[in-house]
């Protein structure tokens, strides 16, 4: 194993320093094929043995998690399981893309990724854009061009300002984050000095970045950008000097506005801002909108590459739990891909067939690298930019949340219910959740539990009020009216995990219901509260 492990690094070491090949599979072929044909051909190069397929109850689990944010019901894995359909997983995953679950749970994780600090989601204004947008399947550099070109006054694109808003104050912020969000590329470290170990990376980058931004400013509560602006920088050697625009790939653009506003300009300003802050409308647009030069240019032939392969990687890392390229703000020179004919081949179809991001998740999950199993048959696991072996994904609060909710509820109350009243119902769980989700922590790379969730689960009476009740309509409710341990340590077990219980599983859990015999109705809920709280269901395995 060990000759393995050192024969997958050399292949890496070739693999990250060639050239993307121009010969890239043909431009017809589905996105599931390629993604495994590349990963396959890595894994043999490698010579390492993938994990199997795994079972039709995990695929499932998998698929409702990632895709609609929330464990399956032990109804929807019964169906599932039982289907002799040859095309059920295809159905499976167009059905759950076409939910409106779907739009919520990936408009959450969008969320996440523009705004990772916390206190910059404000009121979930982009989640509310990230929505819509997604409910009418815009394209990704639609979007793109609404959250950095917000129109205040439509009403389709409301909560689209909310990305640049926040940040407007602090020009270098917003510089970085606009980079990192669409372009996988943090280049602060290029903001004192030229970056030390990445060649790519000069300040005339982090301030040729910045000329396409500094001119937006917050007038009055409303977006507002100067028609006029310089940047200047002082550089490691020489005089302080002026910046030009220059987009990431040395794309630079000439600007015959870049120059300080006079006293009069300055004085206009100030007035339109008041007038805004008053009337609530932003302040007219000017006939040279850097920002809007900045999204053109970022999109054009030759320079759209980051933009492509930022999405691509960050929807692998989604559904992968890592990217191809890690971390995911590192795309340069000195920090290639895992499989760079894989991420240039995945950028070339996402672009060629405009953005779509449905098209995108349905070919991965669709794969067989997706539904590879997670568990291998020696402690020794192989190279994890193989690919061979499913990574754990830890879930994410509202995940987590929601399928609390779902675990401790009787399922028959999920049973018969027309497709638009279970969605509602569904909805109904999701916004019941949103607040226990906001007490854990969003889970990041290297994920440990932390002593606030753990404390919470192990004492937090929020636990015992929301999920541990034994109510009308509750699990406890169910399991309690069972006359029969073993049929009731089974559902317990079906319901939580989504899967039968192992042999010794059943002989534990009855063991501990029959001690308790005076006392059922506790035993269950320590049971339930075992179960829920344990490793197998805090991950997406």
Known sequence: MR???????IVFTLTA????????PPADRTV??????????AIASAGVTPAPQTDDATVIRRLTLDLVGRIPTAGEVDAYVKSTDPRKRANLVDHLIASPGFTRHQASQFEVMLSPDIERRGSGAIREYMTAALKDNKPWDRIFRELMLPDESDPKQKGAADFLRPRVTDADKLTNDVSVAFFGVNVSCAQCHDHPLVKDWTQDHFYGMKAFLARTYDAGGTLAERGFGIV???PNKGAEKAARMMFLTGTKVEDSTAREMTKEEQKKEKDEAEAAKKTKKAPPKPAFSARAKLVDVSLEKGNSDFFARSIVNRMWHRFFGAGLVNPLDQMHSENPPTHPDLLAWLARDTAGHGYDLRRLIRGIVMSKTYSRGSRYPTEALPDARL????????LTPQQLATSLKLAAADPAGFDGKKPDEFEKLMEQYESSARGFASLIAQPTENFQIGVGEALLFSNGDRIMKEFLTDGGGSLLARLKATKDPKEAAGFLVKVVYGRPPTDDETSALVAYVQKR????????RQLLWALVTGPEFRFNY
């Open 17 to 24: 320093n060639a050239s993307p090949a121009a010969d890239l």
């Open 232 to 234: 200047r920088f002082k």
């Open 517 to 524: 015999s005076d006392r059922p109705a506790e035993a269950y």
């Open 387 to 394: 690919f061979a072996v499913s990574r754990l994904k830890p």
């Open 3 to 9: 000759l393995r492990l050192v024969l997958a690094a």
């Open 32 to 41: 599931e094929t390629v993604v495994d044909d590349a990963i396959d051909a």
